[in-house]
Protein backbone atom coordinates (compact mmCIF):
# COMPACT_ATOMS: atom_id res chain seq x y z
CA UNK A 1 0.00 0.00 0.00
CA UNK A 2 1.05 3.34 -0.97
CA UNK A 3 -0.04 6.64 0.04
CA UNK A 4 0.16 9.24 -2.96
CA UNK A 5 -1.48 12.52 -1.59
CA UNK A 6 -4.34 14.09 -0.92
CA UNK A 7 -7.41 13.81 -3.73
CA UNK A 8 -7.78 17.25 -4.00
CA UNK A 9 -4.16 17.52 -5.95
CA UNK A 10 -6.23 15.80 -8.79
CA UNK A 11 -8.72 18.18 -10.34
CA UNK A 12 -11.98 16.37 -10.74
CA UNK A 13 -11.62 14.73 -14.79
CA UNK A 14 -8.44 14.58 -14.52
CA UNK A 15 -5.24 12.62 -14.04
CA UNK A 16 -1.66 12.47 -12.53
CA UNK A 17 1.32 10.54 -13.17
CA UNK A 18 2.99 8.70 -9.77
CA UNK A 19 5.83 6.88 -9.40
CA UNK A 20 4.70 3.40 -7.22
CA UNK A 21 7.84 0.75 -6.38
CA UNK A 22 9.47 2.61 -9.57
CA UNK A 23 6.48 2.38 -11.98
CA UNK A 24 4.91 5.08 -13.43
CA UNK A 25 1.45 5.11 -12.36
CA UNK A 26 -1.74 7.72 -13.54
CA UNK A 27 -4.39 7.37 -11.01
CA UNK A 28 -7.69 9.71 -12.35
CA UNK A 29 -10.11 11.43 -9.59
CA UNK A 30 -13.40 10.80 -11.27
CA UNK A 31 -16.06 13.25 -12.24
CA UNK A 32 -18.28 11.38 -9.61
CA UNK A 33 -15.68 11.53 -7.17
CA UNK A 34 -14.26 7.78 -7.87
CA UNK A 35 -10.53 7.13 -8.47
CA UNK A 36 -8.86 4.79 -10.45
CA UNK A 37 -5.61 3.67 -11.34
CA UNK A 38 -3.93 2.02 -14.43
CA UNK A 39 -0.15 1.93 -16.01
CA UNK A 40 0.81 5.40 -17.19
CA UNK A 41 2.33 4.31 -20.39
CA UNK A 42 0.32 3.51 -23.36
CA UNK A 43 1.56 0.16 -24.66
CA UNK A 44 1.18 1.52 -28.55
CA UNK A 45 3.32 4.41 -28.26
CA UNK A 46 4.18 5.38 -24.95
CA UNK A 47 1.54 8.07 -25.05
CA UNK A 48 1.22 9.68 -20.98
CA UNK A 49 -2.06 8.38 -20.41
CA UNK A 50 -2.35 10.56 -17.13
CA UNK A 51 -3.03 13.77 -19.94
CA UNK A 52 -5.92 11.76 -21.81
CA UNK A 53 -9.32 12.73 -21.66
CA UNK A 54 -11.61 10.33 -19.65
CA UNK A 55 -14.87 9.92 -18.93
CA UNK A 56 -16.15 7.46 -16.12
CA UNK A 57 -15.26 4.19 -17.26
CA UNK A 58 -12.33 4.65 -19.94
CA UNK A 59 -9.10 7.16 -20.98
CA UNK A 60 -8.29 7.55 -24.54
CA UNK A 61 -4.42 8.15 -25.10
CA UNK A 62 -3.63 11.66 -25.82
CA UNK A 63 -1.41 10.31 -28.63
CA UNK A 64 -3.33 8.07 -31.24
CA UNK A 65 -6.93 8.01 -29.59
CA UNK A 66 -6.51 4.20 -28.50
CA UNK A 67 -8.79 3.76 -25.62
CA UNK A 68 -8.88 1.79 -22.36
CA UNK A 69 -11.19 0.51 -20.19
CA UNK A 70 -10.21 2.29 -16.66
CA UNK A 71 -11.60 -1.07 -14.47
CA UNK A 72 -10.46 -3.73 -16.70
CA UNK A 73 -7.36 -2.09 -18.46
CA UNK A 74 -8.26 -4.22 -21.82
CA UNK A 75 -8.39 -1.63 -24.70
CA UNK A 76 -11.43 -1.31 -26.80
CA UNK A 77 -9.23 -0.36 -29.92
CA UNK A 78 -7.00 -3.19 -30.35
CA UNK A 79 -3.69 -2.06 -28.19
CA UNK A 80 -2.13 -4.21 -25.63
CA UNK A 81 -4.39 -4.17 -21.93
CA UNK A 82 -3.11 -2.13 -19.19
CA UNK A 83 -1.91 -2.61 -15.71
CA UNK A 84 -4.82 -1.50 -13.18
CA UNK A 85 -3.85 -0.97 -9.92
CA UNK A 86 -6.24 -1.08 -6.59
CA UNK A 87 -7.26 2.67 -5.42
CA UNK A 88 -8.84 3.93 -2.77
CA UNK A 89 -9.36 7.34 -0.91
CA UNK A 90 -9.00 6.95 3.13
CA UNK A 91 -11.03 9.05 5.82
CA UNK A 92 -8.53 11.71 5.13
CA UNK A 93 -9.05 11.90 1.97
CA UNK A 94 -5.16 10.36 0.41
CA UNK A 95 -5.17 8.63 -2.49
CA UNK A 96 -3.96 5.34 -1.15
CA UNK A 97 -2.73 2.57 -4.10
CA UNK A 98 -2.77 -1.09 -3.33
CA UNK A 99 -0.27 -3.37 -4.11
CA UNK A 100 1.88 -2.76 -7.65
CA UNK A 101 2.63 -6.05 -9.20
Known amino acids: M ?5 LSDIPPGEGRTYIVD ?22 HAGGPLADGLTDLQHVVCPLHHHTFDLSTGCSTTS ?3 LTVYPATVDEEGEVIIGQVP
Open 2 to 6: TRLGP
Open 22 to 43: GEPVAVFHLRNGTVRAVSAICP
Open 79 to 81: AFA
